[in-house]
């Protein structure tokens, strides 16, 4: 079925696998205001239907966390002060 089992999955199974396949659900990334505007996208143009509240916030919440950004990893921690080149020509 595709959808990682957690909590809001069957939500996303229900409202989100009749039009297409989950693989196009599955394969995204991004974070709420990208599945937010996904959401109004096909409410606007595909017959998306609307969702209470509660509902979207639970469908938001599943997406946005397990098909969500990646967190940001392009830079490691700074190094230790006893690593660091600031003792290069220092006069001891
Ligand atoms: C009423 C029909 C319908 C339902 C239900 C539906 N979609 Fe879609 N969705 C579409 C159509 C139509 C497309 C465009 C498909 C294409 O371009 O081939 C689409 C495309 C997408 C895409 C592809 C990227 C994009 O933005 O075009 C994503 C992601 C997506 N839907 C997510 C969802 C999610 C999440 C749900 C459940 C909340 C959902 N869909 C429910 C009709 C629907």
């Known amino acids: 079925m595709g959808l990682v089992e ?3 999955w069957k939500l996303v ?3 989100c696998s009749g ?3 989950l693989e196009l659900v599955t394969a ?3 974070d709420r205001a990208f599945w937010t505007a996904a959401i109004r996208r096909m409410q606007a143009s ?3 239907w609307q969702f209470e509240a509660r509902v979207e916030d639970q469908l938001l919440t599943y997406l946005s966390r397990h098909y969500g950004v990646p967190p ?3 830079r490691r921690a700074p ?3 006893s690593l660091r080149p600031s003792t290069v020509g220092r006069e001891d």
């Open 6 to 8: 957690a909590p809001g």
């Open 13 to 15: 199974y229900a409202h």
């Open 19 to 21: 039009c297409h396949g």
């Open 28 to 30: 995204q990334q991004g």
């Open 46 to 48: 595909e017959n998306l």
């Open 72 to 74: 940001f990893a392009g």
């Open 79 to 81: 190094l230790p002060a």
